[in-house]
């Protein structure tokens, strides 16, 4: 089963909402406050998620991406880390909402054949995960 955590930088409502609706299904999400302490740093959470297994993390920190340290912490973790396209983050609440959950889905699937890696999370119904 899938396990989300939802970064700081995310509405806690969009991970607990989720959680009602996928739990049914033995997943999980997380808003990342509701896991960890608010002081963890972006690497131990990585690292300690890669521990448990089977994380994906959504986020809008694409800076994480793009920085060598956590770059690396997570696709040394095992985590699949899924940052909003643009496009999705110019979206009201409730409609970045309704995006993740369309693509649930195909997150599930994705965290079940992909070891890690960063990918952006689409707007598009039938759009394809981009690796970043």
């Known amino acids: 089963m899938v ?3 939802f970064d700081h930088n995310m509405p806690p409502s969009i991970a607990r909402a989720l959680n009602e609706i996928v739990a049914v299904d033995g997943h999980e999400a997380w808003a990342l406050r509701d896991k960890f302490k ?3 740093t972006d690497i131990d959470y990585f690292t300690q998620l890669g521990h448990e297994g089977d994380w994906i993390v959504i986020s809008k ?7 060598a340290p956590e770059r690396a912490a997570i696709l040394k973790s095992g ?3 899924f940052y909003l396209a643009s496009s999705v983050e110019k979206q009201r609440l ?3 909402a309704a995006t993740i959950l369309w693509q649930w889905d195909k ?10 890696g960063l990918f952006e999370l689409p707007i598009g ?6 690796s970043l």
């Open 107 to 116: 997150i599930v699937a994705h965290r079940g054949t992909t070891a890690s």
């Open 38 to 40: 608010t002081t963890i």
């Open 61 to 67: 920190d694409r800076s994480n991406a793009r920085r």
């Open 3 to 5: 396990k989300a955590l």
């Open 94 to 96: 409730n409609e970045q």
């Open 125 to 130: 119904k039938r759009s394809k995960f981009r």
């Open 79 to 81: 985590v699949l880390a």
